[in-house]
């Protein structure tokens, strides 16, 4: 129907989630409209994010060094860990300024249906950072879905087998259950993170 060029950028677009074959259409109609050079400023965009961005060495969030700039930052609590299923939750929890200590990014959650076991997420390395001393809490900020909870308690019951000197904490209930973290507004996700409890 189209020529093979915009063929495919039709298709590549049409791979992002959410977007449906319609949308993949307009975008690519938008881009073909676009002048050149913002049309390549958004190729050279993906390109670099993909070169140049990996994983913390140490907390597993985003990063374009070996640490990410929070581990990198002095100046925060390195006695606190905060647990979180993607990189993208880390953002949300950040905007409510509550929260001055590390993260901890799993790179998902636990789901048995799906094949996801504790060994394909960094719960190992998590396990290994509290364990090698100086955390004296580790707040559980998985998403309040089934699964988030499923990896919230694995977690709890292993930090308290392997290191029972570290306080485990949870989030405050009032988080729109079955919701994602990084769709919480900051007020609800700030009142979460303060009034956390120990599980
Ligand atoms: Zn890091």
Redesign the pocket.
């Known amino acids: 129907m189209y020529a093979p060029p915009v063929q495919r950028l039709i298709s590549e677009l049409g791979k992002l989630p959410g977007i449906g074959q319609r949308t993949a259409q307009r975008l690519a109609f938008h881009i073909l409209r676009a002048d050149a050079e913002d049309a390549t400023a958004l190729a050279d965009a993906i390109r670099e994010v993909k070169e140049r961005i990996r994983l913390?060495?140490?907390?597993?969030?985003l990063?374009d060094e070996e640490?990410?700039r929070?581990?990198q930052d002095e100046r925060r609590d390195a006695a606190v860990i905060c647990v979180v299923e993607e990189p993208g939750d880390v953002i949300p929890i950040e905007r409510t300024h509550e929260y001055r200590g590390?993260?901890h990014v799993l790179g998902g959650a636990l789901s048995p249906i799906d094949g996801i076991d504790p060994e394909d997420l960094k719960i190992a390395e998590l396990l290994a950072r509290v364990e090698a001393g100086g955390v004296t809490e580790v707040v559980l900020a998985t998403n309040p879905t089934t699964t988030g909870e499923a990896t919230a308690l694995h977690i709890a019951a292993a930090l308290h087998e392997r290191a029972p000197e570290a306080a485990v904490t949870r989030l405050a209930s009032g988080l729109p259950v079955g919701a994602d973290l990084e769709y919480a507004d900051e007020v609800t996700l700030g009142k979460a993170l303060a009034g956390r409890r120990a599980v």
């Open positions: 913390c060495q140490v907390c597993f969030n990063a640490r990410c929070i581990c590390r993260y």
